[in-house]
Nanobody, 120 residues
Framework: QVQLVESGGGLVQPGGSLRLSCAAS????????MTWYRHAPGKQRELVAR???????NYADSVKGRFTISRDNAKNTMYLQMNSLKPEDTAVYYC??????????????WGQGTQVTVSS
């Protein structure tokens, strides 16, 4: 069983920065892809950034150059450094972690979500 705890959301002014964290705990054999999604009111859920176990990354075009995804495998934790935030970044941010359990089954687990609000 994998548990995820997200933290780091909040209210920030345009141009400001926030750092989100997603910590995984529990019993699992491996963590493969770690992904941040966001869901804004009236919009579809959007993939923001993804990092693989080999630290390959990809980003949504809307956040390239402003957001940086990283992971600390020793802590089973993923981060999203968000700089130059814009009002359109306002959303609930969710982490998703995928990997394998000890029986060889692939799991995909979602965090509880953290609100990011960019407003003056």
């Amino acid at each position: 069983q994998v548990q995820l705890v997200e933290s780091g959301g909040g209210l920030v002014q345009p141009g400001g920065s926030l750092r989100l964290s997603c910590a995984a705990s529990g019993s699992f054999f491996s963590i493969e892809a770690m992904t941040w999604y966001r869901h804004a009111p009236g919009k579809q859920r959007e993939l923001v950034a993804r990092i693989t176990s080999t630290r390959n990354t990809n980003y949504a075009d809307s956040v390239k150059g402003r957001f940086t995804i990283s992971r600390d495998n020793a802590k089973n934790t993923m981060y999203l450094q968000m700089n130059s935030l814009k009002p359109e970044d306002t959303a609930v941010y969710y982490c998703n972690v995928g990997g394998y359990d000890y029986s060889g089954q692939y799991y995909s687990k979602w965090g509880q979500g953290t609100q990011v609000t960019v407003s003056s």
